[in-house]
């Protein structure tokens, strides 16, 4: 009677487990999209709503909003079809995308006057079946919160054409680095991508196009060449990195949250906390210096000045709070100096000489700063 009953139950367990494998399958291929916007898309709102803003107070609400919902992930700018800010946030296989436009509007008065400003809206699409709609919500909040604090919403007359959209948008921004005496850029291979072209600007406000050389997706590691540029401010020379010690001070030049903080670097000063990066990674120095979204692929400084790495990430603050129960500080990552190198086939001119001069941060900042860059990716 046993033997009789076996298969049966194992055919069963079978069934089940199949059932069970089916089912996780089909809920990671399921997907979710939708719009949240003040021009009445997905939200209950009495009218079409805007809000009487500068382009400049509208992207700074934008701006604010993505960092404040999505510290630590990297923060890309859109163009297309209005101007914006996107994010895409990852959990073992699932992935979710998050994009914030304002739209340029006309709206009206309690007057009867026509006045200028924008609408907002949040859209969202990935396989984060729960907090994905929950947190493009949260976004959405965050914006109009802000907006209201500025001005009060008036009900849209009509839609205008971007005035704010480049002639040639970019799709991602952060910072880069002139070598010894040659016409190229060091940035990370995340900042441009796999786009051919990039844009500089210097601190001066002068922008040039290069193209993107080489590539090392691996190391997170990009090179952008200018042939044409004649005048290339004098750059960093490298210190190699095996002779770089823990507790050792080190600053940070780049071009932290560009929309906001505006197109002037900044410096800040840190320590090297290990010389190994996440896992015991090698390539990687750990240091306490802050960085945010825009510092990517700027110098990390020793203080003579020399290049010792190129900042690269921070650790998901959300992420490991979420699974911790800790939200970590002070934990961020440079790509070293050594891994650099690799990217040149000479590199006798780009070491820096033994020095024992040691320099604090207000001279490294205006003998370097010159030679730090905002990176921008081109789309095609």
Same mark, same amino acid.
């Given at each position: 009677?046993?033997?009789?009953?076996?298969?049966?139950?194992?055919?069963?367990?079978?069934?089940?487990?199949?059932?069970?494998?089916?089912?996780?399958?089909?809920?990671?291929?399921?997907?979710?999209?939708?719009?949240?916007?003040?021009?009445?898309?997905?939200?209950?709102?009495?009218?079409?709503? @805007?809000? %009487?803003?500068?382009?400049?107070?509208?992207?700074?609400?934008?701006?604010?909003?993505?960092?404040?919902?999505?510290?630590?992930?990297?923060? #890309?700018?859109?163009?297309?079809?209005?101007?914006?800010?996107?994010?895409?946030?990852?959990?073992?296989?699932?992935?979710?995308?998050?994009?914030?436009? @304002?739209?340029?509007?006309?709206?009206?008065?309690?007057?009867?006057?026509?006045?200028?400003?924008?609408?907002?809206?949040?859209?969202?699409?990935?396989?984060?079946?729960?907090?994905?709609?929950?947190?493009?919500?949260?976004?959405?909040?965050?914006?109009?919160?802000?907006?209201?604090?500025?001005?009060?919403?008036? %009900?849209?007359?009509? &839609?205008?054409?971007?005035?704010?959209?480049?002639?040639?948008?970019?799709?991602?921004?952060?910072?880069?680095?002139?070598?010894?005496?040659?016409? @190229?850029?060091?940035?990370?291979?995340?900042?441009?991508?796999?786009?051919?072209?990039?844009?500089?600007?210097?601190?001066?406000?002068? /922008?040039?196009?290069?193209?993107?050389?080489?590539?090392?997706?691996?190391?997170?590691?990009?090179?952008?060449?200018?042939?044409?540029?004649?005048?290339? !401010?004098?750059? &960093?020379?490298?210190?190699?990195?095996?002779?770089?010690?823990?507790?050792?001070?080190?600053?940070?030049?780049?071009?932290?949250?560009? #929309?906001?903080?505006?197109? #002037?670097?900044?410096?800040?000063?840190?320590?090297?906390?290990?010389?190994?990066?996440?896992?015991?990674?090698?390539?990687?120095?750990?240091?306490?210096?802050?960085?945010?979204?825009?510092? #990517?692929?700027?110098?990390?400084?020793?203080?003579?000045?020399?290049?010792?790495?190129?900042?690269?990430?921070?650790?998901?603050?959300?992420?490991?709070?979420?699974?911790?129960?800790?939200? !970590?500080?002070?934990?961020?990552? /440079?790509?070293?100096?050594?891994?650099?190198?690799? @990217? &040149?086939?000479?590199?006798?001119?780009?070491?820096?000489?033994?020095?024992?001069?040691?320099?604090?941060?207000?001279?490294?900042?205006?003998?370097?700063?010159?030679?730090?860059?905002?990176?921008?990716?081109?789309?095609?």
């Amino acid at each position: 009677m046993l033997q009789m009953k076996c298969p049966f139950i194992f055919r069963c367990l079978f069934k089940t487990l199949l059932n069970v494998i089916c089912a996780l399958f089909f809920l990671l291929l399921c997907s979710c999209a939708g719009t949240i916007s003040t021009v009445g898309h997905g939200h209950d709102i009495p009218s079409p709503q @805007m809000f %009487p803003l500068s382009p400049e107070i509208a992207d700074k609400i934008l701006a604010t909003a993505m960092v404040g919902e999505f510290a630590g992930n990297i923060i #890309s700018r859109v163009e297309f079809p209005n101007n914006g800010y996107q994010t895409t946030i990852r959990f073992g296989l699932d992935s979710h995308t998050f994009i914030a436009f @304002m739209i340029p509007v006309k709206g009206r008065t309690d007057k009867g006057e026509l006045v200028h400003g924008f609408a907002f809206e949040v859209s969202h699409s990935g396989t984060m079946l729960i907090s994905g709609p929950t947190r493009s919500k949260r976004l959405y909040n965050r914006i109009i919160h802000d907006a209201n604090l500025v001005s009060n919403p008036l %009900p849209i007359v009509s &839609f205008e054409p971007s005035k704010t959209r480049a002639k040639k948008p970019y799709i991602s921004q952060g910072t880069g680095f002139f070598i010894g005496k040659l016409p @190229m850029v060091v940035t990370n291979y995340h900042v441009v991508g796999d786009t051919e072209e990039a844009e500089i600007v210097l601190p001066n406000g002068q /922008a040039f196009k290069g193209r993107v050389i080489k590539r090392d997706e691996a190391n997170d590691l990009a090179l952008i060449s200018f042939n044409e540029f004649r005048n290339a !401010p004098e750059g &960093f020379r490298i210190f190699p990195s095996y002779k770089v010690k823990s507790g050792q001070d080190i600053y940070v030049i780049g071009y932290p949250l560009g #929309s906001i903080l505006g197109d #002037s670097p900044s410096i800040t000063k840190g320590i090297i906390s290990a010389t190994i990066g996440i896992g015991g990674d090698s390539r990687h120095f750990r240091i306490t210096a802050q960085i945010n979204p825009g510092n #990517s692929g700027g110098p990390l400084v020793d203080t003579y000045g020399r290049v010792i790495g190129v900042v690269s990430h921070a650790l998901n603050k959300l992420y490991i709070a979420k699974n911790i129960g800790h939200i !970590p500080e002070g934990t961020n990552f /440079a790509v070293k100096a050594d891994v650099l190198l690799n @990217m &040149f086939n000479e590199i006798e001119s780009l070491i820096s000489e033994q020095t024992d001069q040691v320099l604090p941060a207000d001279k490294i900042f205006s003998a370097y700063s010159n030679a730090v860059v905002i990176v921008r990716a081109i789309s095609k």
